[in-house]
């Protein structure tokens, strides 16, 4: 009798919602952090060059963490020798399916993450 080539997880269902959480965090450090620049009186109309910063590391960190996501996603996809789709009721399938799922949604994540992160590119003020 052959041995499962991947027993289910439960604890790899995290990793769909993973990428869009990251994307989340992203934007939600992104924004309260102009929120915070640009509110402060001391700096009316100040150049936001600490912000630019700031998010330019919040897109970096957030895209190395959805770069390993997607990684993990590929790695559980390509498990195995069967071909897509993977629509079969075989924990096989469904961890694959999974794995499919969590790498297009790291790539729409990865996309979101840098179309949030332009929006310092325009930034000329504060005001």
Not at 13 to 30: D, E, F, G, K, N
Not at 68 to 73: H, R
Request: charged share 15%.
């Amino acid at each position: 009798m052959n041995a499962p080539v991947h027993a289910e997880k439960g604890s790899r269902l995290w990793l769909l919602a993973a990428s869009p959480s990251i994307w989340a965090a992203h934007l939600l450090l992104s924004y309260v952090s102009a929120a915070l620049w640009c509110g402060r009186p001391a700096l009316p109309g100040g150049s936001p060059d600490g912000l630019r910063a700031a998010i330019a590391v919040y897109t970096v960190l957030a895209l190395i963490a959805i770069a390993i996501v997607g990684a993990l996603g590929y790695r559980a996809h390509r498990l195995g020798s069967a071909t897509a789709p993977h629509d079969d009721d075989t924990p096989e399938d469904r961890h694959r399916f999974l794995g499919f799922s969590t790498l297009l949604l790291s790539g729409l994540s990865a996309v979101a993450v840098i179309y949030a992160a332009l929006v310092v590119v325009f930034i000329e003020s504060c005001q």
